[in-house]
């Protein structure tokens, strides 16, 4: 939804670029003419820089006023990021949206190629994995073969009020709401998650951004690396976790 970059986490900034977190920001849905209408964007960012406080953003708003995002939009903003890979020397994309069910992977899906043509330009998707708490599929681009699909876990101990009312969450706990399938390929802290001054926002659309951030680390930390090699760093050493 864009990304409020006068806020202090990304600096202050009154435009980005320059010495702002956020290197770039564009409209690829009609041009709402705010930095984010919603905060969810802003919130996902911050969580991206909690995680790799040395990178920086590029804020592709592909959602409409209204809401929703075409899918058209999508891939325009998925193309731009490939197209300018090696100008901001990008390491990883953050998609916290989707949508259906899915259960098995989807290679046909409309969104597999160009995840697959971000992934063969060395750029890795971390996608949200969707929060209606299915156990055997999750949404489109998640399924997508060349994603790096990401569910939730709690980050706290207490009571969980959200899409699904007053649940125990207890830290490396599946969220009630997370998405989670055979072929998922990782979970991370989706509820509560505070970023950016935004507080408390739960769903796999927190979950992703600290993939996306931790990716990035790795390939700064580990550049000769294959991304397959960086996926198995990510889902080789965390906690195992049954849903």
Same mark, same amino acid.
């Given at each position: 939804?864009?990304?409020?970059?006068?806020?202090?986490?990304?600096?202050?900034?009154?435009?980005?670029?320059?010495?702002?977190? $956020?290197?770039?920001?564009?409209?690829?849905?009609? #041009?709402? &003419? /705010?930095?984010?209408? &919603?905060?969810?964007?802003?919130?996902? +960012?911050?969580?991206?820089?909690? $995680?790799?406080?040395?990178?920086? !953003?590029?804020?592709?708003?592909?959602?409409?006023?209204?809401?929703?995002?075409?899918? &058209?939009?999508? !891939?325009?903003?998925?193309?731009?990021?490939?197209? #300018?890979?090696?100008?901001?020397?990008?390491?990883?994309?953050?998609?916290?949206?989707?949508?259906?069910?899915?259960?098995?992977?989807?290679?046909?899906?409309?969104?597999?190629?160009?995840?697959?043509?971000?992934?063969?330009?060395?750029?890795?998707?971390?996608?949200?994995?969707?929060?209606?708490?299915?156990?055997?599929?999750?949404?489109?681009? +998640?399924?997508?073969?060349?994603?790096?699909?990401?569910?939730?876990?709690?980050?706290?101990?207490?009571?969980?009020?959200?899409?699904?009312?007053?649940?125990?969450?207890?830290?490396?706990?599946?969220?009630?709401?997370? #998405?989670?399938?055979?072929?998922?390929?990782?979970? +991370?802290?989706?509820?509560?998650?505070?970023?950016?001054?935004?507080?408390?926002?739960?769903?796999?659309? /927190?979950?992703?951004?600290?993939?996306?951030?931790?990716?990035?680390?790795?390939?700064?930390?580990?550049?000769?690396?294959?991304?397959?090699?960086?996926?198995?760093?990510?889902?080789?050493?965390?906690?195992?976790?049954?849903?």
């Amino acid at each position: 939804t864009g990304v409020d970059y006068s806020r202090a986490a990304f600096g202050g900034c009154a435009a980005p670029g320059g010495a702002c977190k $956020v290197a770039y920001a564009a409209d690829f849905a009609p #041009n709402d &003419n /705010q930095r984010d209408d &919603n905060g969810h964007g802003t919130n996902v +960012a911050g969580i991206v820089l909690g $995680v790799a406080p040395d990178a920086r !953003i590029l804020a592709l708003d592909v959602f409409q006023t209204t809401g929703g995002a075409s899918s &058209n939009d999508i !891939i325009e903003a998925i193309n731009w990021v490939i197209a #300018n890979r090696a100008a901001y020397t990008i390491a990883a994309m953050n998609l916290s949206l989707g949508g259906g069910r899915f259960n098995t992977p989807c290679p046909s899906d409309l969104f597999a190629t160009p995840i697959a043509n971000a992934r063969a330009a060395g750029i890795l998707a971390a996608i949200a994995s969707g929060n209606n708490g299915y156990k055997d599929s999750m949404g489109s681009p +998640a399924c997508v073969p060349a994603a790096v699909s990401v569910g939730a876990v709690y980050d706290y101990s207490g009571i969980y009020q959200g899409s699904c009312t007053d649940v125990a969450a207890q830290p490396d706990k599946v969220t009630c709401f997370s #998405n989670s399938a055979s072929f998922l390929t990782l979970l +991370a802290p989706g509820a509560l998650i505070t970023a950016a001054g935004i507080e408390n926002y739960g769903g796999t659309s /927190q979950a992703a951004p600290h993939v996306a951030g931790a990716i990035a680390v790795l390939r700064a930390a580990y550049p000769t690396e294959s991304l397959d090699a960086t996926v198995s760093r990510l889902t080789g050493t965390g906690v195992p976790i049954t849903d």
